[in-house]
């Protein structure tokens, strides 16, 4: 949303950094497994949650 402020923690900032140049969601998921411990579950589901946020406030474009 214009004017809005989006702070990231760490997995945040991490998902954001791969996504300056396309990647794919299991490019994605496969990266923060190895980098921080949680199970590949909870990863798949804290990142699609995460990219729909950032596509619902207008800050990602998925393209397909």
Same mark, same amino acid.
């Given at each position: 949303?214009?004017?809005?402020?989006?702070? /990231?923690?760490?997995?945040?900032?991490?998902?954001?950094?791969? #996504?300056?140049?396309?990647?794919?969601?299991? =490019?994605? *998921?496969?990266? +923060?497994? $190895?980098?921080?411990?949680?199970? $590949?579950?909870?990863?798949?589901?804290?990142? #699609?949650?995460? *990219?729909?946020?950032? +596509?619902?406030?207008? =800050? /990602?474009?998925?393209? $397909?």
């Amino acid at each position: 949303t214009e004017g809005s402020f989006f702070g /990231l923690n760490a997995a945040g900032s991490a998902i954001w950094y791969l #996504l300056e140049t396309p990647a794919s969601i299991e =490019t994605i *998921i496969a990266h +923060v497994l $190895e980098k921080f411990e949680v199970s $590949e579950e909870q990863c798949q589901t804290d990142i #699609l949650n995460f *990219i729909e946020d950032m +596509v619902n406030n207008k =800050t /990602l474009l998925i393209n $397909e």
